[in-house]
């Protein structure tokens, strides 16, 4: 449950769509998560996904989660520049231990 | 109560000090949790409360490492004999139920 992998770095234009993708090895994860990250400030949770969802939308938000792959992605719709952060996706596995990915940089181009 | 707070924001510290971090929980939350996040890297579980009882340690806590929550509340997380390989951001989180925590803003930790 410790290998959760994210793209280091992504860039799009404002008011386009972002999308984030993860991908664990945990099969026993219960649920999945994305938080942001702003400098200098602690981790702020999005959404999350329950493991039996493939599907979650809240807002500019749509979490999707195939877990035949393992594979988690967060979509931003109507990018906005206060959307620039880093976005960590994480597990939780019993036990009540989550494991965090090492985080994608999203930048917004004006 | 407006969230987790954590004492104190910055430490600098030389090596083979000793030092103790506070975290206060959201009220009532009876799950707390610490973090090491290192630059470039995602949070890394080291341990895990749930009222005053330690449940969970991470092997990434060393025997230098201790952790406490004496009364259910807040908890000190306290790092002997520091090395320049402790410098990190330590995080605290809570939480009520198992799905969703809270963080902290951090205490950033130099060693020199």
């Known amino acids: 449950g410790e290998d959760v992998e994210q793209s280091l770095f992504l860039s799009v234009r404002e008011g386009d769509s972002s999308v984030i993708n993860c991908t664990y090895t945990?099969?026993?994860?219960?649920?999945l998560y994305w938080y942001k990250q702003e400098p200098g400030a602690g981790l702020q949770l999005l959404t999350y996904?329950?493991?039996?969802?493939d599907m979650k939308q809240d807002q500019r938000l749509t979490v999707l989660l195939n877990k035949k792959d393992k594979h988690l992605s967060l979509r931003i719709a109507d990018t906005q520049t206060g959307d620039s952060a880093i976005y960590f996706c994480?597990?939780?596995?019993?036990?009540?231990?989550?494991?965090f990915g090492t985080g994608t940089s999203l930048t917004v181009i004006p | 109560d407006t969230g987790v707070s954590q004492d104190p924001r910055h430490k600098i510290t030389k090596r083979g000090q000793n030092v103790t971090f506070r975290c206060d929980p959201i009220?009532?939350?009876?799950?707390l949790y610490w973090y090491r996040q290192t630059l470039g890297q995602g949070p890394e579980f080291l341990t895990y409360?749930?009222?005053?009882?330690?449940?969970?340690k991470s092997r990434l806590l060393s025997d230098r490492f201790s952790a406490e929550r004496p009364k259910g509340s807040f908890s000190t997380l306290e790092i002997q004999r520091t090395e320049q390989g402790d410098s990190a951001m330590y995080l605290c989180?809570?939480?009520?139920?198992?799905?969703?925590?809270?963080f902290g803003p951090g205490t950033r930790l130099t060693v020199l």
């Open positions: 409360f749930q009222n005053e009882a330690q449940l969970e």
């Open positions: 009220s009532e939350h009876n799950r």
């Open positions: 996904i329950f493991s039996n969802m």
């Open positions: 945990d099969s026993s994860s219960t649920y």
């Open positions: 989180a809570s939480s009520i139920d198992r799905v969703e925590q809270f």
């Open positions: 994480a597990e939780r596995v019993p036990g009540n231990q989550f494991y």
